[in-house]
């Protein structure tokens, strides 16, 4: 296994604090790690060019200093979907970019831990979607479940979506993104009995860091 792609049942379900805690737990094993967010939109404008933050949480996390490009080789500034944010940059999204990125990175860390964009339906391009990544890269996918009303169906449809495209569900992980979720242990339990891959782990909700003044 060179590395894991993580997906999520959607947008801001948790998919960079899961890829970053798989990064750590395998740093720990004593591997040398690094992190890729191939396409990412919502980007800042910095004097180095357009920035994610995610990506750059990723890069930190890395196990190794590498050029950001190869990290994020798809940056676009609106915060909107990918391939509307492509259409506006006048780019269209290439595998085979993110294949030789991918690749650079293989080759300096044991293993590479790939973190999607949005979800995994999520279009990139005319004929192309944020599945077609990790079947490109031959990556087992972790799935990230945002624990709120409505998981369910989401989970188990994505779920079905990774296995239909002949990519293997390594496992999933519940990320609690609302505090007040109603019979959240149901919830779970109802996952449990459904999903057909292992859960890796369930992640409490945790109040926001205080910011300093």
């Known amino acids: 296994m060179s590395g894991l792609f993580v997906t999520g049942t959607d947008t801001g379900c948790g998919k960079t604090e899961i890829s970053l805690g798989l990064m750590a737990a395998l740093q720990a094993q004593g591997l040398n790690v690094l992190g890729m967010k191939p396409v990412a939109s919502g980007c800042l404008t910095t ?4 920035r994610n933050e995610d990506a750059q949480r990723l890069l930190m996390q890395g196990s190794s200093v590498q050029p950001y490009a190869r ?51 999520v279009p990139l391009g005319a004929d192309l979607f944020v599945g077609d990544i990790p079947r490109a890269l031959d990556l087992p996918v972790i799935l990230v479940v945002g624990l709120k009303l409505g998981c369910i169906n989401h989970a188990l449809l994505t779920a079905d979506s990774i296995r239909a495209s002949g990519c293997r569900l390594a496992g999933w992980v519940a990320n609690q993104v609302d505090p ?16 057909t891959a292992p859960c890796l782990g369930v992640i409490p909700w945790f109040e926001p860091p205080a910011v300093a003044q």
């Open 47 to 50: 004097p180095d060019g357009l």
């Open 180 to 195: 007040e979720m109603v019979a959240r242990d149901a919830n779970l339990a109802t996952l449990e009995a459904r999903m």
């Open 71 to 121: 990290i994020n080789p798809y940056a676009f500034a609106p915060p909107i979907a990918p391939h509307l944010a492509a259409d506006e940059a006048g780019v269209r999204i290439e595998l085979a970019v993110i294949e030789t990125a991918y690749a650079a990175l293989r080759q300096a860390a044991d293993r590479v831990i790939v973190e999607g964009v949005g979800g995994w339906r």
